[in-house]
């Protein structure tokens, strides 16, 4: 199957998950979206049909509750208990400048608004053999936290691993800037491959090109901790729930 295959369950609920975030984007994304919340009228034409849609108003009770119940969950300072080792990285967990507070808000936020999110613990793609904590912390190679919406977790498995249900897969979509000169540039669409091999966490990144074959982008990674590597995928579901 290809690398873009989607999960059964995926098929079913990206159309809800799409419809709940025009919702809580409020009345121009509404409007926008024009028969999916407000069908034709029978023998309308365009122009009637524009102007009844712009005419229906739309209360945003959606976004009020979202942010109304985030306010509640951060009405105090979250408690963070971490290994002094990883206190700094607390200011800046996605390394654009994001502390843990915040990007937990944004967490709780997406949680509420479609019900379904993933967060990955990334490390840079670098050959890290004879790099000593001194190279790392002056390089700043150190794990950051990356939040997937639930439209672009297209795929994932789950299998039962030293007799422990565990994920065994998951491919993510993602947009990849590509350069075309010193101005311009476009997006590309990329799929992230976490997987288990051989009990071995491995990441592989896969594109589809014009003629519909696939192409890796460079060769399988394999993320290692303390000069071990992974035996399970960074990767967690979250919802409302």
Partial sequence: MPV???HPDYKRMVDRWSRCRIVAAGQDEVHAAGDVFLPKLKDQTPDDYTAYVKRAPFYN??????????????RQPPK???PVSVTPMMDDVTLTGIPLHSFAQTVSEKALECGRLGVLVDYPRVETAGTTLADAKAMNLRPTLCM??????????SERVNNVMALVLVVLCEQQEVREDEFASKTEK????????????????VRIKSDGKEEQIGGDVYPIKRGAPLDYIPFTFIGAD
Avoid: P
């Avoid at 009770?61 to 951060?74: D, K, N, Y």
């Fill in 190 to 205: 990329v799929y992230r491959v976490l997987d288990l091999m051989n009990k071995r966490h491995r990441v592989r990144m």
């Fill in 61 to 74: 009770a959606t976004w009020r509750t979202i942010s109304g119940l985030v306010g509640m969950l951060f």
């Fill in 4 to 6: 873009n295959s989607q």
């Fill in 148 to 157: 997937y919406d639930a439209e672009s977790i297209i795929n994932w498995r």
């Fill in 80 to 82: 963070v208990e971490v």
